[in-house]
């Protein structure tokens, strides 16, 4: 006795059930392009949705002519028979695609599903049925694995995600096209498919009959394989996720990764870690493969100041002990930097308000009454020789020759060089807020001040300068707390 084979729509309804995928309240809207597999699917739809209202939306893409007119024909003609609604839009997809430098394939899939939401959040909720059979599971591995999405690509077509069902992937090509005979229902075919144009194209006519040559049941294979890489990539993740939380701080404008936990972490999580960092960073993996993130892992293993430029206009780049990810930086002296010449006389205290969010100094001349040794040893708030300073210096970024004073010598040592000793990250130097007169420098605000403009004994009057910063991040809680007692000063 033969083997009693379930029906198409039986497999159809079980696996619906099987993923709650019409469990709700809301209505249906359902992806209907007029051929066989969405027509497939609407037939099922009504057969499976009893009380739930359904919605048919049809994309005409302005590519195909009067052929596509005939669809967008048919498939009104069809909702009508079955008394279904149905809501047509049209769009230039080919233009589209030039103007967001896209693909024609990756143009029409945004305005299909962009419209499929816009329809469903009409109705007021509920699920976004789609035809996806599991042919075209098959296929989105293969392509994906040509073209080396990694573990993510390689997990298959989920049957339901994001408010997107697809209970037709339980199906293949085959049984699809039984179930429409068997029912005579007719339908419209796209010539385009047949055309190896396009990569899907050529993976459907071309490999996945050799493949199915080959093993009648590759299919299969290919959809068990993509389920247990979905059931790795899902633990993988969860592992990333708790090292995310543990190395990486996001930080505004730059998110920062903590360079020896990362180094530790082994390499798979690892990559997952700067993946997510770009996704969360950027909101996009959009033109990121392997490459770039092995690139990423070969400066986390390098020298500091080491940095590469990802798509998208985001850097990466290794800072001693932590690794940035940020949008690219301006070339030293172009914009941001500033210049401002104070005046100060005796007798009042005095305020300059600094040029975009950059805080305000208050500073005041005054008699030195202050024991050397008993000097204060602040961030912000500095003691300068005015005897030596005079009336009339610069407040400003940093310019090509600047040097400091470093001991009572008088050697002299360029300010880049300081700040490389210091282990000032590159995108904050042309940002450092300086004290200066022409290229000496007296103070590098936040850290040492020159040689030169230490207070002695023999200083009749000194420079009273404190620095308000607007906004001040730091990478440690050490530093935010010296931030904290800072400011109750």
């Known amino acids: 006795m033969g083997e009693i084979r379930e029906s198409a729509y039986g497999k159809v309804r079980r696996f619906a059930e099987k993923y709650g995928m019409f469990a709700g309240d809301g209505q249906i809207v359902a992806g209907v392009s007029g051929g066989p597999d969405s027509v497939c699917m609407l037939h099922m739809l009504i057969r499976i949705a009893g009380n739930k209202r359904i919605t048919a939306v049809h994309i005409h893409h302005g590519i195909r002519g009067p052929e596509a007119d005939e669809d967008q024909a048919y498939v009104e003609a069809l909702c009508r028979q079955w008394q279904v609604e149905c809501q047509v839009y049209h769009y230039q997809v080919e233009e589209l695609a030039k103007k967001n430098h896209l693909s024609t394939e990756e143009a029409g899939r945004n305005v299909r599903y962009d419209t499929f939401r816009r329809v469903a959040a009409e109705k007021g909720g509920g ?89 009648s049941q590759a299919l299969a294979h290919i959809e068990t394989a993509a389920g247990m890489l979905g059931e790795i990539q899902d633990y993988l993740r969860m592992q990333a996720e708790s090292a995310y939380e543990d190395c990486v701080r996001e930080n505004g404008d730059f998110f ?59 850097r990466w780049e290794k800072e001693y002990d932590r690794l940035i990810l940020r949008k690219e930086i301006e070339k030293p002296g172009e914009n941001g930097g500033f210049c401002v010449e104070w005046c100060l006389r005796e007798g009042q205290t005095e305020k300059l308000q600094l040029p975009g969010n950059r805080g305000y100094f208050q500073a005041r001349i ?33 310019k090509a020759g600047d040097y400091l004073v470093i001991n009572s010598a008088g050697s002299r040592k360029n300010l880049g060089d300081y700040m490389i000793d210091q282990k000032i990250p590159l995108r904050e130097r042309n940002q450092k807020i300086l004290l200066a007169k022409g290229d000496e420098v007296f103070w590098v605000v936040g850290h040492r001040i020159s040689e030169r403009m230490k207070v002695s004994e023999n200083t009749k009057k000194i420079l009273e300068i404190t620095y308000f910063p607007e906004e001040v991040s730091f990478w440690t809680t050490e530093g935010k707390q010296e931030m904290q007692d800072f400011m109750l000063h």
Do not use: W
């Open 366 to 398: 005054r008699e030195n009454t202050l024991r050397i040794d008993k000097i204060p040893e602040k961030m912000y708030t500095k003691y300068l020789n005015y005897d030596i300073l005079g009336e009339i210096f610069q407040i400003r970024t940093r």
């Open 256 to 314: 920062a990764f903590h360079g020896e936990k990362m180094q530790k972490l082994p390499k798979v999580i690892r990559t997952m870690v700067y993946r997510m960092g770009l996704e969360r960073f950027s909101g996009s993996l959009k033109d990121i493969g392997y490459e770039h993130v092995e690139a990423m892992n070969g400066i986390a293993a390098g020298q500091t100041g080491k940095h590469i430029l990802l798509p998208g206009g985001y």
């Open 127 to 215: 699920c976004i049925a789609v035809a996806h059979n599991s042919n075209d599971s098959g296929e989105t591995f293969l392509l994906n694995l040509f073209r080396g999405t990694g573990i993510s690509g390689l997990t298959g077509i989920p049957p339901v995600r994001d408010g997107i069902v697809r209970p037709l992937l339980i199906l293949d090509r085959r049984e699809i096209m039984e179930y429409l005979e068997k029912n005579g229902i007719d339908y419209r075919i796209d010539h385009t498919n047949n055309e190896t144009l396009y990569a899907r194209n050529k993976i459907r006519n071309r490999i996945l009959p050799i493949a199915l040559d080959i093993n």
